[in-house]
């Protein structure tokens, strides 16, 4: 064994000293990355949203017909009024609002509101047409935890531009292949349906359709072959996913396909399952399953012009929406009967079956001037009616009865094309880009 003589031992006790403050620093700065970069990174999405909701606030105010010293007055006070809560309480200590000037551009030093044109390119501009703004925070500063000993400060900014979306596609995806007339296309007026209406959905065999000749207000979707796909969608299946429709008169989508024909067998089958009744090929009480309520009334004859016989018994007692709420909410067993005695019918459980299946999703078309069994009628909207009873079959024919609710929502889908026609539109955050800060 070596033994080292005293000087080389003195010579070496410096190098853990080095090597431990090396190590320490190292120790330091991953600390100082993890603690004050994640409280960096936690307040920028705070300041993230507060500009977000700052910029749909705006953006909100300008389509109301508000002015930009508006728009600039509803963005301070959605700022001021998330600044009072807990969460954004560090960035109220740097954002001042105090002296916010609503008729400049610089609102403050650290808040700037601008308008433009377009969203992309943003070009600011003070014309009164301008629909797209821009809010923008900067110079936010944080505390310092460890970063201070590293001689770092934190500041964060952020930005976000908001404004009209382009037209809105309607798209759904739970539509009942069937279409009703409507009276006008303002779904705010219910397309003129009366609330409330029994009306047949489907007409029967005999009777004079609005549509024309050979048509029992049937729609062909996208994707539908033959009479199974008919069944499929009427017990609450997708023809090939989302059908989409605009507003526009004059673009393919603006336009309902009609499908001539009674498709009588497929049409009760489908709907039938939500009222516990499965006959049919490729239909099961787990992918189709019953509504959670199947009271219903005996079934509802047609007059001598095949109209709703609407003096008769049946119609009169009726089951109707607002029994199906009350019967619904009120039941309280696995097995609830019906709550009058002239209906038929029992209230189950959830699992497999599902609330509201007798809720049909149905188009509203304009059927004015038509003729033609293979018609395309303009698209005005959806609506949603109560499925009253189960469809009768007799022999070749059967008709759908349904109570009008209310109009339907769609999915607003924007159409992504700048220079689409003007048409139903919905406010929406835009990818900020660069800002000044």
Same mark, same amino acid.
């Given at each position: ?18 090597? %431990?403050? &090396? ?52 963005? @301070? ?37 601008? %308008?433009?044109?377009? *969203? ?8 009164? !047409? ?30 976000? =531009?908001?404004? +009209?979306?382009?037209?809105? @596609? ?6 009942? +292949?069937?279409? $009703? ?28 359709? *609005? ?18 796909? =008919? ?11 989302? /059908? ?19 498709? =009588?067998? +497929? ?69 609830? $009967? ?8 029992? &209230?189950?459980?959830?699992? +497999? ?10 188009? =509203? ?14 698209? %005005? ?6 499925? !009253?009873?189960?469809? /009768? ?34 406010? @929406? ?9």
């Amino acid at each position: 064994m070596t033994i080292l003589p005293p000087h080389h031992i003195q010579k070496q006790t410096g190098n853990i000293l080095v090597l %431990f403050c &090396i190590g320490f620093l190292a120790m330091l700065g991953t600390a100082a990355m993890a603690l004050d970069g994640g409280h960096l990174l936690l307040n920028k999405s705070r300041l993230q949203l507060l500009v977000d909701a700052a910029a749909l606030s705006g953006a909100s105010e300008l389509d109301q017909g508000g002015n930009q010293d508006d728009a600039r007055q509803a963005v @301070v006070d959605i700022i001021a009024e998330n600044l009072t809560f807990a969460e954004f309480s560090e960035i109220a200590d740097t954002l001042d609002l105090s002296a916010a000037d609503i008729y400049s551009e610089s609102v403050t030093q650290q808040l700037f509101v601008e %308008f433009s044109e377009r *969203p992309d390119p943003f070009m600011p501009t003070a014309s009164a !047409t301008a629909t797209y703004i821009r809010v923008g925070v900067t110079g936010i500063s944080l505390d310092n935890f460890l970063a201070q000993v590293l001689g770092l400060n934190k500041q964060i900014s952020a930005s976000a =531009v908001s404004g +009209p979306s382009t037209a809105l @596609v309607e798209c759904y995806s739970n539509l009942v +292949p069937m279409v $009703v007339c409507g009276a006008n296309n303002d779904p705010s007026d219910n397309f003129g349906l009366p609330i409330g209406q029994l009306q047949l959905l489907k007409i029967s065999s005999n009777t004079s359709s *609005p549509i024309g000749p050979g048509n029992f207000q049937l729609v062909r979707l996208e994707g539908a072959s033959g009479a199974a796909d =008919v069944r499929k969608a009427m017990a609450g299946e997708d023809y090939n996913g989302e /059908q989409c429709f605009t507003a526009d008169p004059t673009a393919a989508d603006g336009q309902i396909d009609t499908e001539p024909g009674n498709s =009588v067998g +497929p049409v009760a089958q489908g709907l039938n399952t939500r009222m516990g009744e499965w006959q049919g090929g490729q239909i099961n009480n787990i992918e189709h399953p019953r509504d959670l309520n199947t009271c219903e009334g005996e079934h509802i004859p047609l007059d001598a012009d095949d109209n709703l016989d609407t003096t008769s018994e049946q119609y009169a007692n009726a089951y109707r929406y607002n029994e199906y709420l009350t019967d619904t909410a009120t039941a309280d067993s696995n097995a609830a $009967v019906c709550s009058d005695v002239n209906h038929n019918g029992d &209230i189950v459980a959830p699992d +497999p079956a599902r609330v509201e299946r007798r809720i049909l999703q149905i188009l =509203v078309g304009d059927c004015d001037g038509q003729s033609n069994g293979a018609d395309q009628l303009g698209y %005005f909207g959806s609506a949603c009616f109560f499925m !009253t009873q189960a469809v /009768q079959q007799k022999g070749t024919d059967a008709y759908v009865i349904g109570e009008y609710i209310e109009s339907c929502n769609s999915e607003g889908v924007p159409s992504g094309n700048a220079a689409d026609n003007a048409g139903p539109y919905k406010l @929406v955050l835009y990818h900020a880009g660069k800002t000044d800060a």
